[in-house]
């Protein structure tokens, strides 16, 4: 009998991971991905053998593996044309930001990465399609043993070892469709490791951008602090706007040492013809404390559970979410937490919007495994609907597997306040400028969690969205 290669939390039953465990309608998709494609991929890309033989056996579980069909509908996305892999012209990666191509400096520089790593950040990659372009992190972060770099460079170094070990151990081909496609043909992303006790006291970020149209972006993510260590890493994603579909489906992996806290912040500001089905996990052992905080604001579609798994004993996460959904948006997202260890804790508080006929879903679950003795968890979702033809849709799943466990749920739902429009606009404001004052005090709990400088690009992008919207 073949021996099954061990996960990273192999103590830990699995099927409590699986979001739907559960018997379900599905449909078949005609493959067009082939052995070659994927070979030419691993041989760009200079893989070790191991990573070669690892892409191959997940594009074998990906053309037998059937679509699920239990969200937003992904109709619109043609699989067999989605470009898999496009690597700049003229492109190295580089840690001198005058040495990336003028093209793409250009398109970062609007986009404010220099200035941001010069006033704020620790470290900063950037990625533009399928290729990191640039990697760079301070001396002084350097100097205190953090890791930060291209994964694709590290699994050649010293740290390779520690990559096979931790690389889709927590998220597997096995675990949907989008997953083993992911591991078949993921490019770029990047690798993070803080050593024990070592706290960053400002942030790292990685910025990655799809330019080219009817492409797939697969970068990974793969973060490790170890124990008693503290970090805060940020994302940052955009698209322009094409008339073909782009897709999302990146793959982010943390891991959360003992006694050590890792806070993870996304903004997306996706292109609405974006189908983004992208899967991200997070492990905390003993002690240790995971932060999520996300804002979603664009995409055509999404599929967005952020998972968290509260392996060690008093292991607690928080989770801080805004999700707007305009004209054309269906946004399914949530997240997923798993209490496996005795009194951990997880904390939920999310807003959602929608307008202009956009639909926004918000999908939970919190299991609470048969020794998390002692778990607490609070979820409490809150949703603005601002006009009569946008939808909104709670769908909370609590399991609880264990008689000594403290859990409840809160969802709430409304308008924008007729008498609240009426008092601004009788300050002086516009009825336009009135109800975007309202909506980013609505998501002031996730901006408020963000550095000065996110926060403002999240208001910003909350007024652009809600241009328009009076009527």
């Known amino acids: ?80 044309n989605i470009v898999t892999y496009v690597k700049p012209k003229n492109n190295k990666m580089s840690a001198d930001w005058n040495e990336v191509p003028e093209d793409i400096k250009s398109t970062f520089e609007k986009l404010g990465i220099p200035q941001a790593e010069r006033e704020s950040l620790a470290g900063v990659g950037a990625q533009y399609d399928s290729e990191l372009v640039y990697h760079n992190v301070r001396e002084e972060v350097a100097a205190q043993g953090v890791i930060y770099t291209d994964l694709e460079s590290a699994m050649h170094g010293e740290y390779a070892d520690m990559i096979k070990e931790h690389f889709m151990k927590l998220i597997t081909p096995d675990d949907h469709k989008f997953a083993a496609l992911h591991g078949a043909v993921w490019s770029g992303g990047s690798f993070v490791y803080v050593p024990p006790g070592v706290s960053v006291e400002i942030p790292l970020q990685s910025y990655f951008r799809l330019n080219a149209p009817g492409a797939g972006q697969f970068e990974h993510t793969l973060i490790i602090v ?13 698209a322009p706007k094409y008339n073909v579909a782009n897709l999302h489906a990146g793959a982010v992996e943390l891991f959360v040492g003992k006694n050590a806290k890792l806070r993870y912040s996304t903004i997306e500001n996706w292109s609405k013809n974006m189908y983004n089905l992208n899967t991200k996990r997070a492990v905390v052992e003993e002690g240790g404390t995971m932060e999520w905080v996300s804002g979603s604001f664009g995409s055509h579609t999404s599929y967005l559970y952020p998972m968290t798994i509260l392996k060690g004993d008093d292991s607690k996460v928080e989770f801080t979410g805004i999700t707007f959904a305009g004209e054309g948006q269906d946004l399914d997202t949530g997240l997923k937490v798993v209490h496996v260890g005795e009194r951990t804790l997880s904390t939920v508080n999310t807003k959602s919007i929608s307008k202009s006929g956009g639909i926004s879903t918000f999908r939970s679950a919190v299991v609470i495994g048969p020794k998390a003795k002692g778990a607490k968890s609070a979820v409490d979702c809150s949703s603005l609907m601002l006009d009569d033809i946008s939808r909104s849709d709670t769908i909370p799943v609590m399991e609880v597997n264990c008689d000594d466990a403290d859990v409840g749920h809160e969802a709430k739902i409304g308008r924008i306040s007729d008498e609240a429009i009426f008092y601004l606009m009788s300050r002086g404001i516009s009825e336009e400028d009135a109800r975007a004052m309202i909506v980013s005090g609505f998501a002031d709990n996730v901006s408020k969690e963000l550095p000065l400088e996110y926060a403002v690009e999240m208001n910003n992008l909350i007024r652009i969205e809600m241009v328009g919207s009076i009527g």
């Not at 994927?38 to 037998?64: A, C, G, H």
């Not at 170890?226 to 955009?238: N, R, T, V």
Request: aromatic share 10%; proline share 5%.
């Open 1 to 80: 009998m073949e021996k099954k290669e061990k996960t990273y939390v192999e103590d830990v039953d699995r099927s409590l991971y699986d979001f739907r465990n559960v018997d379900e309608d599905v449909y078949k998709v005609e493959e067009g991905l082939t052995p070659e494609i994927v070979k030419q991929i691993s041989k760009e890309k200079n893989d070790p053998e191991w990573m070669t033989e690892f892409r191959l056996k997940s594009l074998e579980i990906y053309n037998n593996k059937p679509m699920s069909n239990w969200g937003p509908p992904i109709d619109g996305l043609d699989i067999d």
């Open 226 to 238: 170890d124990e008693g260590a503290d970090l805060h890493f940020i994302e940052g994603c955009s």
